[in-house]
C-alpha cells in the first residue's frame, strides 16, 4: 500500500497570550512544532503500513526550516520525505496550499492508496486543507476521523458527528483527517533518529510542479487576513465581592442575581 | 475585475433526522442582515431525502428562494456527492456570498465546494459584517489559539465563503406566513459518484439537558476538589433549570462526559447565565462561551476569569456552595 502523510510546521500557540494591558500578542518564545494531530495522521499511516506492508510518504509545504518536522516524521518512522519550498508558493492560503499540495501529489505519481492529513492546524485551524486536497484530486476524503480500521481489504473510518458516531466505509484512493482521538501517537525510536541523520530531504519547487503561476502563493490566494486584532479580554463594569466570609459572600451574590430574577 | 453577475447570499441548510438544524436558522438571520446592506436576496439550499416538505422552514427564517435537491443518495452526507451536485448548482447560480454551518459536514463541504468552484472560504468564523466602501464581506475569525482575531475578506474572487459555528449568532423569530420560492433542482446522482457507504450510526447517549441549548448553565473547573462538592453543582443546576458544564480538566477526570465540555475543543454555548465556579478563564475555555451575564466564584481575585466577569465573588467554594445553594433556596421559597 502506497501513504502519504501531509504534516505542517505550527507555532505552538498554547505558550502565546495576550496582554491584557498592551493588547500585544506575547509568543513567550513559542517554538515552532509539528503539528500535533499531524502526529495522529502519521501514527495512522505507520500503523496500516505494518498491516499491509508498503511505504509512508511524508511533505510538507513551507520556507527550509519547515524541514525539520519532515524529519522528525523519519524518526517516528516515515520512509521517505519531500519539502515543497519556493518563495512562490509563500502567502498561500487553504485553496492554494492544497492546489500546491494536490500538485506535489501528482508529481510524485498520483498513485497514493490513503492520504493522511491532520484535522486541522493548531496556528489557523481552519481544518480545510485535507477536504480542499481530496476535491482537488477528486477523491473521497473522511473529515475528523476518530477511528481507522483497516478490514478485509476495505478502508473502514468513524467520525464524530454531534456526541454520535457514523461509520462508514470509504472507497480509495482517498484523504481521511485525523483527530486528536484517533490514536496515540507513538515516540521516536531509537533506530529513527539515527536514520534521520542519513535521511535525504526531497526538495520539490514551483518549477518541478505543473502549476499555474496565477493559483499557487499570495496570488492564489482568494482569502486575504485585511488585518488582525489582539483579543484582548473584555472588561466589563462589575460587581465584586471581596474580603466577606463565605456565607455573606453567598447571600450578597444570591441576592443580586434575585434583583436581575436570575433565582 | 467585473462581479456584476454574482447574486445572492445562499445558505446552505444542514438537515439532520429529517430536520432543519437551528444554526440554518442562525445563519439565514445573518444572511437577511448582510442582504439588507448589499441588496442582495437571501437564498437557501436544502439537500437530502425527503427534504422538500422543509423549503418553507428556510423560507420562515428569512429565505427569499430555496433550492431542494432530492435523491435517496443524498439521504446521508457524503462529501464527493454533495460536492457535486452542490457544486454544479453554484457554478451556474454564482452566489455573491454563501454561509456553511461548521458543523462536521459544513466543515467537509464548504472547502470540498471551495476547491470545485474555486473560491476562498473563512472558517468558524464568529463576526459577520459589510464594508461600507468596497460591500464587502468582512468575515471575522479567531486565530492563534484564540488570541488574535482576524478580520479576512476576498475582493478577487466570488463567492465570498464561510463557515460559522452553531449558536454563535441569534436564531431569528420564524414567521410562518413569511413567502418564498421552492425550486426543485433535479439530482443526476448515481452509487458511483459516493465516496463512502455508511455502515452504522452509533448514537449518542440521550443527554438530558445538552448544555448547548441551555439558558442558564452551571459549569466548574479545577477549583472543585472532590466529586463530592462537584455534586453540588448538580443539586444548583436543578435549582436554577439549567444544566451542567465543565472545562476539560474536569472531564478528563472523568466528573463529566466529554459532551459537557465547553472550550476550544468541546462545545460552544451561549446560554443568558454562565456561572464559572472554579474555572481560571483560559482562552481555550473562554473561547466556546458567550453569555449574557457572567458570574464567576474563585478564591483567586485575580485569575483571568475575574476580570471578564459581571459578577465576580472571591470566596473559596468549599464554603461557598453549600452556603449558596442555602441562600438560593431561601429565595425561591418565598
Ligand atoms: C490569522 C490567520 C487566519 C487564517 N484564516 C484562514 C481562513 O479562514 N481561510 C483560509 O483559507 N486560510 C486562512 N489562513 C491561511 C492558512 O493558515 C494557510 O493557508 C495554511 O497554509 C493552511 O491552513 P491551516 O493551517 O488552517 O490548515 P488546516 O486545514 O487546519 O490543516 C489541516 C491539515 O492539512 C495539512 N496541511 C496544512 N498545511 C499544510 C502544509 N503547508 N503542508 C503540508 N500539509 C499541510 C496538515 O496535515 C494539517 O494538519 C489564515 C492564516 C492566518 C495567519
Ligand atoms: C489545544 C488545547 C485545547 C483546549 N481545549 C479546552 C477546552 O475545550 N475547554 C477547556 O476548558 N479547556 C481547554 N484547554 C485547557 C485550558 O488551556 C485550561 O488548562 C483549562 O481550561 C483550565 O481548566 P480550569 O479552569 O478548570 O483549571 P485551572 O486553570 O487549574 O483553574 C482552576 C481555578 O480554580 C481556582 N480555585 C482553586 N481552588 C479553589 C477553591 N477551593 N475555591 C475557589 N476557587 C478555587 C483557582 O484559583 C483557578 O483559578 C485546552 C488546552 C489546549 C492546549
Known sequence: ?263 | MDFSDYKGIYVIAEVRDGKVEKVTGELLGQARKLAEKTGDPVEAVILGSGVKERAQDLIAYGADVVYVMESPLLAHYDGMAYEKELGALLKEKKPSAILFAATPYGRDLAPRIASAVVCGVTADVTELSVDEKTGLIVWSRPAMGGNIMADIISPQYRPQVGTVRPSTFDLPEADASRKGSVVEVPVTLTEKDLGTILKEIIPAPKEENPIEEAQIIVAGGRGIHSEEEWAQLHELADLLGGSVGASRPICELGWEPHSAQIGQTGKSVAPHIYFAFGISGAMQHICGVKADIMIAVNRDKNAPIMEMADYAVTADLKDFLPAFIAEVKKIQEK
Open chain 1, 1 to 263: 500500500m502506497k501513504i502519504l502523510v501531509c504534516v505542517k510546521q505550527v507555532v505552538d500557540t498554547s505558550k502565546m497570550e495576550v496582554d491584557p494591558n498592551t493588547g500585544r500578542l506575547n509568543r513567550n518564545g513559542a517554538n515552532s512544532i509539528l503539528n500535533p494531530c499531524d502526529k495522529n495522521a502519521l501514527e495512522a499511516a505507520l500503523q496500516l503500513k505494518q498491516q499491509t506492508g508498503g511505504t509512508v510518504t511524508v511533505i510538507t509545504m513551507g520556507p527550509p526550516q519547515a524541514g525539520a518536522v519532515l524529519l522528525e516524521s523519519v524518526s517516528m518512522g516515515a520512509d521517505d520525505v519531500y519539502l515543497i519550498t519556493d518563495r512562490a508558493f509563500g502567502g498561500a492560503d487553504t485553496l492554494a496550499t492544497s492546489y500546491t499540495l494536490a500538485a506535489a501529489i501528482r508529481k510524485l505519481g498520483n498513485d497514493f492508496d490513503l492520504i493522511f492529513c491532520g484535522q486541522e492546524s493548531i496556528d489557523s485551524n481552519t481544518a480545510q486543507v485535507g477536504p480542499e486536497v481530496a476535491a482537488m484530486l477528486g477523491i473521497a476524503d473522511v473529515s475528523a476521523a476518530v477511528g481507522f480500521q483497516w478490514q478485509d481489504g476495505k478502508a473502514i473510518v468513524t467520525r464524530q458527528v454531534g456526541e454520535g458516531c457514523e461509520v462508514l466505509e470509504l472507497h480509495l484512493p482517498a484523504v481521511v483527517t485525523a483527530a486528536p482521538a484517533l490514536n496515540t501517537p507513538r515516540y521516536p525510536s531509537v533506530q529513527g533518529i539515527l536514520r534521520k541523520y542519513e535521511t535525504e530531504i526531497h526538495q520539490l519547487t514551483a518549477v518541478d510542479l505543473d502549476v499555474e503561476p496565477e493559483r499557487i502563493g499570495l496570488k492564489g490566494s482568494p482569502t486575504q487576513v485585511r488585518g488582525i486584532r489582539p483579543v484582548v479580554p473584555p472588561k466589563k463594569e462589575n460587581l465584586k465581592i471581596e474580603d466577606q466570609a463565605p456565607a455573606e459572600a453567598a447571600a450578597a451574590l444570591a441576592e443580586a442575581l434575585a434583583k436581575v430574577n436570575v433565582i
